[in-house]
């Protein structure tokens, strides 16, 4: 699992700190058992990054199965059409799921 994105770095909850969060902790059983990899890859695209190097979020992206698309600035943002280009699976948010 992928989250290329920036944003969510704020003390204040939001959607894309929570999954930054969450992909930084997460773990899972690698395929031979024998210890722990990480469940889901956080790629920092913050202040425009990845704009200028699109290698740092492709090749993950090549990798991963399912890409995390938190809501953005619109539904067909580019992200979308990237993850679909690389085979990965593109995974949507709606912010109010992640409200108590």
Same mark, same amino acid.
């Given at each position: 699992?992928?989250?290329?994105?920036?944003?969510?770095? +704020? !003390?204040n909850?939001n959607?894309?700190? !929570?999954?930054r969060?969450?992909?930084?902790?997460?773990? $899972?059983?690698?395929?031979?058992?024998s210890?722990? +990899?990480?469940?889901?890859?956080?790629?920092?695209?913050?202040?425009?990054?990845?704009?200028?190097?699109p290698?740092?979020?492709?090749?993950?992206?090549?990798?991963?199965s399912?890409c995390?698309?938190?809501p953005g600035?619109?539904?067909?943002?580019? $992200?979308?059409?990237d !993850?679909?280009?690389?085979g990965?699976?593109?995974?949507?948010?709606e912010?109010i799921?992640t409200?108590?």
């Amino acid at each position: 699992m992928l989250f290329a994105g920036g944003g969510g770095f +704020s !003390s204040n909850p939001n959607i894309r700190r !929570s999954i930054r969060l969450e992909c930084e902790n997460a773990t $899972s059983m690698n395929a031979t058992g024998s210890g722990y +990899s990480n469940f889901c890859e956080f790629v920092d695209c913050s202040n425009g990054i990845c704009k200028h190097d699109p290698i740092k979020f492709m090749k993950p992206m090549l990798q991963a199965s399912f890409c995390l698309e938190p809501p953005g600035d619109t539904p067909t943002r580019k $992200s979308t059409f990237d !993850s679909i280009l690389a085979g990965c699976i593109p995974v949507f948010f709606e912010e109010i799921s992640t409200k108590k």
